[in-house]
């Protein structure tokens, strides 16, 4: 055992505790060692996205001085701790994505698909088509949603199972988009498609301007309901999981699906104030999301995946 995992996993309990309540209230459920290992993805997961976007623990949004320099610090950084440099010292966050990825034999193409997620930001990246869309939420949430079912033992082969905890990532990521319209358009960030912008007759350089705002909270509800569908459909891989990795997970899909629920009921709202769940709401879904584990195999029962939702690539 690794000396220092107890302190790598303490730094990973308090950056998920700073950075997600949804997501600590469900890790909650998760065994020990399966909760623990979540934590320490979580934390690096946690750090390249504050470093990209210049936050602390996904706190307001700031325009970065130089992208291309915080993608290499990034990138700098992960092979390095994979090379066994970084230290519970120097570089916490950096060292427990080694230990989980040795624990659990990580496959290093799934954290280089979300660092081509965070190139995509610096790049100045938009979408042109709800394709490219669903590709850029892969890259910055499916992947994270493939890691984390082999956290919790899913095999990285097991292709199914693994779709299934894409679609999770991506209905996660929807729901985020969906939420934070106006807060990334503040920050000269816009994810949804120009071509849905285009068939709105909405400015992507005037995103929130008032004389189409009723038709950009009509794309929100879009978006919104788009999140839905991959829930629905990450809910079909439960049956695949252990009772309490199946616990957790849909306890955080009905915390963060609470989000685009939220939204599609008022998407107007949703421009004006930022969205979030409250403490009840969450305990609710904990509560609800037990007795959906202990149910799952007949509530979830196998089905082929829609054919018409995006393939993430294998």
Same mark, same amino acid.
């Given at each position: 055992?690794? #000396? ?12 998920? *505790?700073?950075?997600?309540? *949804? ?23 946690? &750090? ?32 390095? &701790? ?9 570089? #916490? ?42 590709? %850029?939420?892969?890259?910055? &949430? ?48 816009? %994810?949804?498609?120009?071509? +849905? ?12 301007? =008032? ?39 849909? *306890?955080? &899909? ?12 008022? #998407? ?16 609710? +879904?904990?509560?609800?999301?037990? +007795? ?14 829609? =054919?018409?939702?995006?393939?993430? =690539?294998?």
């Amino acid at each position: 055992m690794n #000396p220092a995992r107890p302190l790598l996993v303490e730094h990973a309990r308090d950056s998920i *505790s700073r950075g997600s309540k *949804s997501f600590r209230a469900a890790s909650r459920l998760f065994d020990r060692e399966t909760r623990e290992r979540a934590w320490l993805l979580y934390a690096w997961c946690r &750090a390249c996205d504050d470093i990209a976007d210049g936050q602390d623990h996904g706190g307001r949004m700031q325009a970065t001085d130089d992208p291309s320099a915080r993608l290499e610090n990034i990138q700098f950084r992960t092979e390095r &701790a994979l090379a066994g440099r970084a230290t519970h010292i120097d570089d #916490p966050s950096f060292a427990g994505l080694a230990l989980v990825a040795d624990e659990c034999a990580l496959p290093r193409r799934y954290m280089a698909d979300l660092i081509a997620g965070f190139a995509l930001d610096a790049a100045g990246w938009h979408p042109r088509t709800q394709g490219d869309l669903l590709r %850029y939420c892969y890259h910055v &949430a499916g992947a994270v949603g493939c890691m984390m079912a082999i956290v919790m033992g899913v095999r990285s082969d097991d292709e199914a199972t693994l779709t299934r905890a894409c679609d999770l990532g991506l209905a996660f990521q929807l729901a985020n988009i969906a939420r934070d319209v106006a807060e990334d358009a503040a920050a000269g960030r816009c %994810y949804l498609p120009a071509d +849905w912008l285009n068939e709105a007759g909405i400015d992507p350089i005037d995103l929130m301007a =008032p004389q189409t705002r009723a038709a950009l909270a009509v794309l929100t509800a879009r978006l919104a309901a788009l999140a839905a569908r991959y829930e629905q459909s990450a809910r079909l891989g439960t049956p695949a999981l252990p009772f309490r990795s199946a616990w957790a997970v849909l *306890s955080a &899909a009905g915390i963060y699906g609470g989000i685009a629920r939220i939204v599609a009921a008022n #998407p107007g709202k949703a421009l004006e104030s930022r969205v979030f769940t409250t403490k009840v709401d969450k305990l609710g +879904w904990l509560s609800q999301a037990g +007795w959906q584990a202990a149910k799952r195999q007949h509530l979830y029962p196998a089905a082929p995946r829609d =054919p018409e939702l995006w393939q993430r =690539p294998v």
